[in-house]
């Protein structure tokens, strides 16, 4: 079972960036598809992004163009720069493993991490 622990989140102005990082403990990391999800107070669980083991990328239509997905197979971690940021994107935020294709997780949750962006 991967172990998935994020960090990063924080208090920001809107139009900010931040920057969220995810350490996974597999073993497979460097050929596990990884993805990002949000949970806003109220509501359900969101895909926000992902990234398959190759690299190729995938963002809903609500960050596109503003948050960016990476990975280092070395270090075993998943990233997501997000720019640009809107009150709407306040969220609690977590990674774990996903299905590239479906956009649903599949692995366990972890804690996440708050990102909360003022107007």
């Known amino acids: 079972q991967v172990q998935l622990v994020e960090s990063g989140g924080g208090y920001v102005q809107a139009g900010g960036s931040l920057r969220l990082s995810c350490s996974a403990s597999?073993?497979?990391?460097?050929?596990?598809?990884m993805g990002w999800f949000r949970q806003a107070p109220g509501k359900e669980r969101e895909f926000v992004a992902a990234i398959s083991w190759p690299g190729r990328t995938s963002y809903a239509d609500s960050v596109k163009g503003r948050f960016t997905i990476s990975r280092d197979n070395v270090k075993k971690t998943v990233s997501l720069q997000m720019n640009s940021l809107k009150p709407e994107d306040s969220a609690v935020y977590y990674c774990?493993?996903?299905?590239?294709?479906?956009?649903?997780?599949?692995?366990?949750w972890g804690q996440g991490t708050q990102v909360t962006v003022s107007s």
């Open positions: 597999a073993r497979t990391f460097a050929i596990t598809h």
């Open positions: 774990n493993v996903v299905d590239f294709d479906s956009r649903r997780a599949v692995g366990s």
